[in-house]
């Protein structure tokens, strides 16, 4: 960061995400909060996406993505679930916390750290998903033939090891 983004003038780093600006304001520069949920079924498989753009193309990842303005993980698990598969909190029990953990993420040439909360749940009935914005393809596959390497994300990958070896499923 350079600017400050309440006047402009140029900013000055005080340490770590503290920055100060020729004019006296403070500036945080923050981890961006995402989220993201594993659906499991009756069969002990979860739902996977498979990642339809970069960074991790064609990688694996749970549904979810960044809490827009002021939503809670909750809000963005939501409203994620249904822009990428057609789910409605009506189609999984209510989410169920397993971790946080913050990463490194580049995006435009910019490195911003993501602060990620993953949870989980279990699907309700048959319902159709449909894969759509950022997720190229969606299936549930065996909790034991998910092979974590392939997970993008560390922070994911560390949430499907907790779910996978917790004895939740
Ligand atoms: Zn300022």
New binding site residues.
């Given amino acids: 960061m350079n600017y400050?983004r309440?006047?402009g003038?140029k900013l000055t780093l005080v340490h770590g995400h503290v920055y100060k600006?020729q004019?006296g304001?403070t500036i945080f520069n923050n981890a961006s909060p995402a989220s993201c949920l594993w659906i499991i079924n009756d069969k002990k498989e979860v739902l996977v996406a498979i990642r339809g753009r970069e960074p991790g193309l064609g990688k694996l990842d749970a549904p979810g993505g960044f809490c827009d303005g002021a939503e809670t993980f909750e809000d963005s698990i939501a409203r994620e679930l249904l822009e990428e598969l057609g789910l409605t909190p009506d189609n999984y029990t209510k989410p169920q916390y397993l971790l946080s953990d913050v990463n490194p993420y580049r995006y435009e040439g910019e490195d911003l750290v993501v602060l990620g909360g993953a949870f989980y749940a279990r699907l309700i009935g048959n319902p159709v998903i449909t894969p759509q914005d950022d997720v190229a393809e969606a299936r549930f596959i065996a909790m034991t033939d998910v092979d974590p390497d392939m997970i993008y994300f560390n922070e994911v990958r560390a949430s499907f090891l907790r779910l996978r070896d917790s004895g939740i499923v």
């Fill in positions: 400050c309440r006047c003038s600006c004019n304001h």
